[in-house]
């Protein structure tokens, strides 16, 4: 309960320091995105509403479109990643697939909103998770410069 | 004189001895325990002579049917306590080992997650995890998890390894206790184990 209320109180210090709850895009090539909620849904038709880390979507994930890489945080100590194998910008939306052990993905993110919506299929099941996503800082120039 | 002597001496002890076939035996006395154990007590098993055989000769003839129950058997009860004592030890053992084993799995499923953690390929894996961290952590679980069933799996074939190893020990313990108690009845000894 008391990590809960942490990782809650850190999540809204970050979005609110960010300036809103979901993030304009426009220009950044790399974010950092949370998962709110998920649903599993198998082939019978039953589907279920879940959160995310009970069905193992990472509370945090970088985005990273010029390394084309999803990432967990270094603070999570997860250390998992996933190449994205297609990148579309477009339309005011950014559009990341990619295939990793037998689930193929998609993520479509608001450019102006920073809204999140993610598929994951896969054989017999698929997940649909909803969340938002805020810009990260650019990296600091080297010192001297 | 004294040759007419010693024959008078051994015909009086001749017929006394006859006589003394002739007449119904009276109930022999048990041999009065000396503290020691004999060799059929080790063993648990009970032996009393019905025709009053003295310990001495209890002894030797519990020694006869010893061997010869051995022979019979290709059983040695004290060679089987010292089996079952390894028996024991090496169950212990494997027990152990495969207690380590699955210490071992876990730290080795660490290694392989930190190493080949999939962000996207873990999703909805139906891992009875939840809410566990993943990459080092979920390889340590999975790890764990795979090392706690091989545990499981190791120790219990150890324990039964060991229980048929016991029955083993305890059939033929009974197989030269049969041996060894038809030999003494055959001597005129009452035997019960």
């Known amino acids: 309960m008391r990590r809960a209320t942490w990782i809650a109180l850190a999540l809204a210090v970050a979005l609110s320091a960010a300036g809103v709850w979901a993030d304009d895009l426009r220009g950044a090539n790399q974010f950092l995105c949370t998962a709110v909620q998920a649903t599993k849904c198998l082939e019978g038709g039953d589907c279920f509403v879940d959160l995310p880390w009970n069905l193992n979507v990472p509370q945090f994930i970088e985005v990273n479109l010029d390394a084309k890489q999803l990432a967990t945080t270094k603070a999570s100590g997860e250390n998992r990643a996933t190449p994205i194998t297609h990148l579309t910008r477009e339309g005011g939306l950014i559009v990341l697939q990619g295939f990793e052990n037998g689930r193929a993905f998609s993520f479509v993110i608001s450019e102006a909103t920073g809204r999140l919506a993610v598929a994951v299929a896969t054989e017999g099941k698929a997940v649909a998770v909803f969340g938002a996503c805020t810009p990260l800082p650019a990296a600091a120039p080297p010192a001297g410069k | ?193």
């Open chain 2, 1 to 193: 004189m004294t040759a007419k002597l010693a024959i008078t001496v051994v015909i009086v002890v001749l017929c006394a001895g006859a006589a003394a076939a002739q007449a119904p035996a009276p109930a022999p006395a048990p041999a009065a325990p000396t503290g020691q154990k004999t060799l059929a007590a080790t063993l648990n098993v009970y032996v009393f002579p019905t025709t009053g055989q003295t310990p001495a000769q209890q002894s030797t003839d519990e020694a006869t049917c010893y061997n010869w129950a051995v022979q019979n058997t290709g059983t040695d009860p004290f060679n089987l306590q010292k089996q079952a004592q390894q028996q024991a030890q090496q169950t212990q053992q494997a027990q152990e080992q495969a207690k380590q084993a699955g210490q071992g799995a876990g730290m080795q499923g660490a290694v392989r997650g930190a190493a080949a953690g999939a962000l996207i390929g873990e999703i909805a894996n139906d891992d009875p995890g939840k809410g566990a961290a993943y990459g080092a952590a979920a390889g340590a679980i999975a790890g764990r998890r795979r090392g706690q069933q091989a545990q499981q799996q190791a120790t219990q074939q150890a324990t039964q390894q060991g229980q048929q190893a016991q029955q083993a020990t305890a059939e033929q313990m009974t197989n030269f206790k049969k041996a060894f108690s038809v030999c003494l009845e055959a001597n005129k000894y009452m035997v019960k184990y």
